[in-house]
C-alpha cells in the first residue's frame, strides 16, 4: 500500500483546472490496489466531497444533505465511523491504510463547547455533551441501519491521550471532555449497511467507481470496512488555521476490502482483474467528480512489484516523495485510458514479494487467561522488531463495567511513563485504562490485568449467553520514524514521521450464567396446571346444570333390539288403525233394508 496522500500527488500531478472554486462543493473518487506478499489484493476506495463550513447547511450541492445535518443538529466538530467484518492480520498483510479499525462498529465524534469564549469545564456542559452523544447515535443507526442505538454511556469513555481531533481545532475546544468514543465488537455489517452508505455518494451505485463496490464480492472478502470522516480542514489541507471563509467541511467515505482474487497460478504469479474480481465493467467515471483515479502500486524502486504487467498502460506514473513507492496512475477523465468501450483494468506479476522483507515493526498479539468462573486475567504482548530503536507506546483498554478489574495486578515488564486509570461504575461506565511506555528495541513485552467475573441479573443476559460476552479491542499508538517503515500508513503532514494506530483482537469472556432451564420448566408446568384447572373451574362457573332422566345403562344390542321391537310395534299398531274402519262398512252394509 501507499500513504494516505496520493490524492495531493495526483493533484500536483494532473490538471489544476480541475480544481474548483473555493464557494462550490468539489468531488474525488478515488480506488488503490496493493498487492500484498500473500497473494491477495488490498483495494481502497476513497470519495472526497467538501463544501464550505458555515452555521446552517439549507442547502448543500454534492455533499450529503443527511451528514450535514447531523454535524448541525449534534454541534459536531469532527464524526468517525467505521463498520468492519473480519481481522486485519498485520503480521501477514502489513499495515492497513486510513480506515484500519476493529472488528464490529467503531465510533467516536468531538463536539463543539457550550461557550467558545469560555474553557469547557461546567458540569451542565458535560451533561450536554452526554445528551448530544445519545442522539448522534440515534440518528447514525437509522442513517446507516446499524445497531449504534445500544452505544450507551456504559460503553463510552473520554479518552485522555488518544484520538486527538484531525482537523481545525478551536481555542478551547480540544479537551477530552468534548469527545467520546465506543465500540460494539458484535456489530455485523451486511448489505442494509453498504446501500445506504452508498446513496450518500452524488453518483450513487450509478457510475463512476461506486459502480465496482458489488456487495456479494465485498463481503464475501477477507477483510471488509466502510467508514466516515468528517472534519473541518482549510482548503490547504497541511495548513492548521486560516480564515473562516477558506474553511471547508470535509466528508470522506473510505470501503476498504482484502481479497484473494483466485486465479493464483505457479504458486508465485498473482493473476488478476477488475472484472473478474466485482465482475462489473466501468463505463466512465462519475460525471460529477473532479478526479476520477485508480492507482496501482508497484512497490519500492527494484522491487519484483515493478515488473507488473498492466493491462491497459496507465495514464502516467509518479513517485510518493514520502515512502518513494511508485504508483501507476489511470485517469478515468481521460478518455484515452479506455482501452474499448469499457474500462478493463488487469495486472500480472511475474513473481510475489519474498515475505519479510516488509515486516511489520510493532506486533500486538490479545488473550484471555486464567480458567472457571470467579477469576480471570487479560494479557496483551507487544513484540517490537525494529533492532536499533526502541518504540514510544501509548496503550488504551476499555473494560466492560461486569469485569471486577484490580489495579494493583497490573504487571508489565517496563517502566509506566504516564497512565490514567478510571475505574468503572456497575452499568454506568466502563474501566479506562491509558498507558505510555517504550518497547526497547528487538524485544517484547506483556501487559496483563486480572479481574473477578460478576453474576448479573437475569433480565441482562443476552439470548446467546453461553457464547460469552465480548470485550473490546485494546488500541495501541506509536510514531514509527523512518518513512521507508510507513509504506502502509497515513503519513502526517509537517512530521518527518508516521503515525501508527493498531488495534488488537477482541476477547469472549464467558461469565456465570445461571440455568435458564429450569426457570424454562418451571414456566412450563404453571401454565400446565394453570390449563388443566382452568377447564374444570370455567366449566363449572359458565355452564347451567339441567335434571333430566337417567338413562339405564344397556347395551348396544339390546338398545338397537328395543328399538326394532318399538318400530314393529308401532308399524301394527298403524295397521290396526287402518283395518278397524274397513270392518265397520261392511257390518253397516249388513244391517240396511233390502229394498
Request: net charge neutral.
Amino acid at each position: 500500500m501507499c500513504c494516505g496522500r496520493w490524492t495531493e500527488c495526483a493533484a500536483s500531478s494532473g490538471d489544476s483546472s480541475s480544481v474548483q472554486h473555493l464557494l462550490a462543493d468539489s468531488f474525488r473518487e478515488e480506488l488503490l490496489i496493493t498487492p500484498l506478499d500473500t497473494e491477495h489484493l488490498h483495494l481502497q476506495f476513497k470519495f472526497t466531497i467538501t463544501t464550505p463550513r458555515r452555521a446552517h447547511y439549507g442547502h448543500v450541492d454534492l455533499f450529503p444533505k443527511s451528514v450535514a445535518d447531523v454535524m448541525e443538529k449534534h454541534a459536531l466538530e469532527e464524526l468517525h465511523l467505521v463498520l468492519t467484518q473480519g481481522l486485519y492480520r498485520h503480521r501477514q498483510w502489513g499495515y492497513a491504510a486510513e480506515a484500519w479499525a476493529p472488528t464490529g462498529a467503531q465510533v467516536y465524534a468531538w463536539f463543539s463547547p457550550d461557550d467558545t469564549s469560555t474553557p469547557f469545564s461546567s458540569a451542565a456542559s458535560q451533561h450536554s455533551v452526554d445528551q448530544r452523544w445519545k442522539g448522534l447515535t440515534n440518528s447514525l443507526a437509522g442513517l446507516f441501519c446499524a445497531t449504534l442505538n445500544d452505544v450507551t454511556n456504559a460503553k463510552s469513555i473520554s479518552p485522555v491521550w488518544q484520538f486527538r481531533p484531525q482537523g481545525l481545532t478551536r481555542a478551547g475546544s480540544v479537551n477530552n471532555s468534548l469527545v467520546r468514543y465506543s465500540t460494539l465488537p458484535r456489530e455485523n455489517v451486511c448489505t442494509e449497511n453498504l446501500t445506504p452508505w452508498k446513496k450518500l455518494l452524488p453518483c450513487g451505485e450509478q457510475s463512476g467507481l461506486a459502480r465496482l463496490l458489488n456487495a456479494i464480492k465485498l463481503l464475501s472478502s477477507h477483510y471488509f470496512s466502510l467508514a466516515l470522516n468528517v472534519r473541518p480542514v482549510c482548503n490547504n489541507d497541511n495548513r492548521k488555521s486560516c480564515a473562516v471563509e477558506e474553511q471547508l467541511l470535509q466528508a470522506t467515505f473510505t470501503a476498504t476490502a482484502v481479497i484473494q482474487p483466485g486465479s493464483v497460478q505457479d504458486f508465485n504469479k498473482l493473476h488478476w482483474s477488475l472484472k473478474d474480481i466485482f465482475e462489473v465493467e466501468l463505463e466512465r467515471g462519475c460525471p460529477l467528480a473532479d478526479q476520477s483515479l485508480i492507482y496501482v502500486d508497484q512497490g519500492l524502486p527494484g522491487s519484483p512489484m515493478q515488473e507488473m504487467a498492466l493491462q491497459p498502460f496507465p495514464s502516467f506514473t509518479m513517485a510518493l516523495p514520502e515512502n518513494n513507492h511508485r504508483l501507476a496512475v489511470y485517469d478515468l477523465a481521460n478518455s484515452t485510458t479506455f482501452n474499448g468501450p469499457k474500462f478493463t483494468l488487469s495486472g500480472k506479476s511475474p513473481s510475489t514479494v519474498q515475505p519479510g522483507l516488509h515486516e511489520p515493526l510493532l506486533t500486538t498479539h490479545r488473550f484471555v487467561a486464567g480458567y472457571g468462573q470467579h477469576k480471570g486475567a487479560i494479557k496483551c504482548r507487544l513484540e517490537n522488531h525494529d533492532p536499533t530503536s526502541a518504540l514510544r507506546v501509548q496503550y488504551l483498554e476499555v473494560l466492560p463495567w461486569f469485569l471486577r478489574v484490580y489495579l494493583h495486578t497490573l504487571r508489565l515488564s517496563v517502566p509506566i511513563l504516564r497512565s490514567h486509570f478510571r475505574p468503572a461504575r456497575d452499568r454506568i461506565a466502563p474501566h479506562h485504562i491509558e498507558l505510555l511506555f517504550d518497547i526497547p528495541s528487538a524485544s517484547s513485552i506483556e501487559f496483563a490485568v486480572e479481574f473477578d467475573l460478576t453474576l448479573l441479573k437475569w433480565t441482562e443476559y443476552p439470548p446467546d449467553a453461553h457464547r460469552g460476552f465480548d470485550v473490546p479491542p485494546a488500541v495501541v499508538a506509536v510514531m514509527l520514524k523512518s518513512p521507508e517503515q510507513c509504506s502502509h500508513v497515513t503519513m502526517m503532514p509537517g512530521f518527518d514521521s508516521c503515525f501508527l494506530r493498531l488495534y488488537t483482537e477482541a476477547l469472549l469472556v464467558n461469565l456465570p450464567t445461571p440455568d435458564f432451564s429450569m426457570p424454562y420448566n418451571v414456566i412450563c408446568m404453571t401454565c400446565t396446571v394453570l390449563a388443566l384447572a382452568f377447564g374444570p373451574i370455567h366449566a363449572y362457573t359458565s355452564k347451567s346444570l339441567v335434571v333430566g332422566e337417567k338413562e339405564s345403562a344397556q347395551r348396544p344390542l339390546v338398545k338397537l333390539k328395543n328399538k326394532v321391537k318399538a318400530l314393529i310395534a308401532k308399524w301394527k299398531a298403524r295397521r290396526t288403525r287402518v283395518a278397524v274402519p274397513d270392518s265397520t262398512s261392511s257390518a253397516e252394509q249388513d244391517s240396511s233394508p233390502t229394498s
